[in-house]
């Protein structure tokens, strides 16, 4: 190349030469891969469990379970539609089961719960094990474990399934797979894991421990959890923001029930105020009984029974009681996993 063609070339576009070699200058996104703080693409909302109830009655009689695999609605929040989820790296649904109804066994990578709201005389068999279902039951499907469920009751059952799908599905870690039978034959005592293990401070020595970090507890009835705040009474004052709140455990390592999500139970007394926190982990609370507010950032979001509000990362977060009731708030949260990689904090604020 002579200094005469140099003269004459254009100047080279280095900037799209770089991208059409599928790199990118670092200096131009910087703020966008090492933001300062947080960015969640999930936003706060509140899902009014009155205006979802009627649909779900509605599909209960237009959709047969031979046409879904569960009936359930998912609660998509509107920051995070595409793909669907909850909030960061959670996910809740409601799904509705109706008498002599049965859902196939299947299992999945992902982890998962439910948590009861309505009816009685449905059951979800996992590994073999038969679990009955009540209102405030929390049931537990770790990651890899065959569940089905049954209803034998007379009235519709819906309950509230949360799951940790954002999270499996943004490390590329699911598989999914049919038991093969619709439901799975009984190979354990019916509720065997949540009696042998109820007593808590009293717990099997026989034989190998569970394996695994999931709690090995089918269930943790809701006449446990009220057991458990009756004993504590007005005795604790409680956390600042979340008032006396309980964490559920993995009864053998203390840890929390899931690798993925920690569920907790609160009672705000009447006049409860908290002081505001942000945490960089996200939660879903779900609101057993009780009426109050939820002031997120500058989203104030009031609720009632049964109704659902999906917490992002970082907002600054105050819960009150606004009511003449005890409010008891179901809640899960990621912070196991921020915990895990070291990248869990909070703040008052
Ligand atoms: O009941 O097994 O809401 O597998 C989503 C996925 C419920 C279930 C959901 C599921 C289930």
Redesign the pocket.
Known sequence: MTSSDTAHTVATDHYAAVTELHTAPLWRFLGDVLPTEPRPAAVAHRWRYADLRPHLLHFLGALGLDEA??R?L?LINPGMTDPPATTTSL?A?L?IIGPRET?QA?R?ASH?F?FVIEGSGAATTVNGERVPMSPGDLLL?PGGHW?D?EHTGDEPMIWL?A?DYPLVNALDASYFELFGQRSQPHTVPDDLSSRQYVHGLLTPAWGPPPPGPSSPVGRYPWAETRRAFDAIADDAAGSAAEGVLLEYRNPVTGGPVLPTMSCRVTRLRPGFTGVPVRRTSSSVLYVVSGDGTAEIGSTVLDWTDHDVVAIPPWQPVRLRNTGDRDAYLFGYTNEPVLRALDLYREEEC
């Open positions: 695999e569960r359930v998912m996910y649904g799904q859902a299947h999945h998962a439910r499907t569940h469920h399934d799951l």
